[in-house]
């Protein structure tokens, strides 16, 4: 496995959530020579989206994604997701990341929460079409399906796909996944679901490390090369599917990376793409 | 959904681990009319397993499993095993629960690790036939796929029954699985791969609850009634598959329950498993 293109890193700005906003997170990756950036609605809303774009085209950064859309089974989904909707329309943003939600407050019923969450990205997707922003389903690990999202391998990430019949498009689509390796590293059939994603679905590709031990189930990724994932077969996966797109650096570390000089996270996540990835 | 068999429940003694050695469990067992108990092999081996045999004889308790063999990618994982299988004959367990093992010191490759994993099952499988001792391959959640099991899903492990050809028998099998609904609860594929098992690989049934949040990996698991997990649907499928075995209660809890005094401890599991499972 040859080493990724440089180029190609975009940089997920909850990775430094906690030493920079998002005005700073932008001036670093151009400071660093990182070409993408995800950013995140409340980091974006705090900047203000015309600030926000006017910057990012500035310096020429692609955006790789806007975080996040989808939490269906809260209240207000609707005029939520129509507003991230708009809001990535606005930043160019690749896709809009789609953390589905999890069991709705007092229910222990995930069937009924994975047919509320079908029928609100039925129902957002036609609009989501029309502003041309792709809606990338998130499968979040399973760890994670009671409070964040319910939606927990790639396959049934896909199915769901297959359900709103989001075949059509030629080219890209309007509704497919984003594959971040902490979510679905473990997983002994992410090879064949990454090939049936292909290129078309493959809509943004998200990487870090799984540290061992994990010490908290949200907030404990290791950098690339930390970990024990096998971040050069994953790519290899992914790549092998059809996929040209970013390798965004997505890191909640409350007890390590969010304590560090962000400059020193910036250039750590540039030496370790190239050489762990 | 009827409450379930009052005579079913077993106690998996890692849920008094920190409060009783094996001898204080099962006399708990005996006090408090719990039928079923499954023990660990330090503890068999610190009472002594001729007393442990004794004593659960006495008692006239079903030994529902023995934990654990498997650790496969681990040095001495043969003659552990083999020590794992005698032991289990010893006490007439219902089978030995194989905790298949996590990716070797140093390794990034789950492929190699599985194939080491399903090589040892096919190893030792002779001898636990022989011994009358079924194995019961026990799926660990994924957020423990580093760590203690590459084996995730109730699907790969029955997808390693069929590689290792458990189909000779026509009533109970010598290779099946345990399914623990802490491990498997969140699966889109549950009820179907649960279906699939059937009667004759559904070896065990492990119960707790998914607490929310979850504050530990590893030991921080609910009484049944405290978490988010459907008790009564997961039970109705295992039983609607055919299952006739014990309820075994299985909780690992630094925070709570191992600090609690363990009469309490087993009578909230007997009221919680009338009102709860």
Same mark, same amino acid.
């Given at each position: 496995?040859?080493?990724?293109?440089?180029?190609?890193?975009?940089?997920?700005?909850?990775?430094?959530?906690?030493?920079?906003?998002?005005?700073?997170? %932008?001036? *670093?990756?151009?400071?660093?020579? %990182?070409?993408? /950036?995800?950013?995140?609605?409340?980091?974006?809303?705090?900047?203000?989206?015309?600030?926000?774009?006017?910057? &990012?085209?500035? #310096?020429?950064?692609?955006?790789?994604?806007?975080?996040?859309?989808?939490?269906?089974?809260?209240?207000?989904?609707?005029?939520?997701?129509?507003?991230?909707?708009? !809001?990535?329309?606005?930043?160019?943003?690749?896709?809009?990341? @789609?953390?589905?939600? *999890?069991?709705?407050?007092?229910?222990?019923?995930?069937?009924?929460?994975?047919?509320? &969450?079908?029928?609100? /990205?039925?129902? %957002?997707?036609?609009?989501?079409? =029309?502003?041309?922003?792709?809606?990338?389903?998130?499968?979040? +690990?399973?760890?994670?399906?009671?409070?964040?999202?319910?939606?927990?391998?790639?396959? +049934?990430? @896909?199915?769901?796909?297959?359900?709103?019949?989001?075949? !059509?498009?030629?080219?890209?689509?309007?509704?497919?996944? $984003?594959?971040?390796?902490? #979510?679905?590293?473990?997983?002994?059939?992410?090879?064949?679901?990454? =090939?049936? $994603?292909?290129?078309?679905? @493959?809509?943004?590709?998200? /990487?870090?490390?799984?540290?061992?031990?994990?010490?908290?189930? @949200?907030?404990?990724?290791?950098?690339?090369?930390?970990?024990? /994932?096998?971040?050069? =077969? %994953?790519?290899?996966?992914?790549?092998?599917?059809?996929?040209?797109?970013?390798?965004?650096?997505?890191?909640?570390?409350?007890?390590?990376?969010? =304590?560090?000089?962000?400059?020193?996270?910036?250039?750590?996540?540039? !030496?370790?793409?190239?050489?762990?990835?």
């Amino acid at each position: 496995m040859s080493a990724p293109d440089p180029s190609l890193l975009s940089l997920n700005t909850v990775t430094v959530k906690r030493q920079w906003n998002l005005a700073q997170a %932008i001036d *670093g990756c151009a400071r660093h020579g %990182i070409r993408g /950036i995800s950013a995140w609605r409340d980091q974006v809303a705090e900047m203000g989206i015309k600030n926000a774009v006017s910057s &990012i085209r500035k #310096h020429g950064l692609t955006v790789t994604g806007l975080c996040r859309g989808g939490f269906f089974t809260s209240k207000d989904w609707l005029d939520d997701n129509r507003r991230a909707i708009e !809001e990535a329309h606005e930043l160019q943003a690749q896709c809009l990341v @789609l953390v589905v939600g *999890g069991l709705p407050s007092g229910s222990k019923d995930l069937m009924a929460a994975r047919r509320q &969450i079908k029928d609100s /990205i039925q129902a %957002i997707l036609p609009e989501a079409r =029309k502003a041309g922003v792709p809606l990338a389903i998130e499968p979040l +690990h399973p760890m994670q399906a009671a409070d964040r999202a319910c939606v927990n391998t790639l396959e +049934h990430a @896909l199915d769901l796909c297959d359900a709103l019949g989001e075949d !059509e498009r030629s080219a890209q689509g309007a509704l497919g996944v $984003a594959v971040d390796v902490y #979510h679905v590293w473990w997983d002994p059939k992410l090879e064949a679901q990454v =090939k049936r $994603a292909g290129k078309k679905r @493959l809509l943004a590709y998200h /990487i870090c490390d799984w540290r061992v031990p994990t010490r908290d189930l @949200l907030n404990d990724r290791a950098m690339m090369g930390d970990g024990v /994932i096998d971040l050069p =077969k %994953i790519r290899a996966w992914v790549e092998g599917a059809g996929y040209t797109g970013f390798h965004e650096v997505e890191i909640f570390s409350e007890l390590d990376w969010w =304590k560090r000089d962000p400059d020193e996270v910036l250039a750590t996540c540039k !030496e370790r793409h190239a050489r762990c990835t």
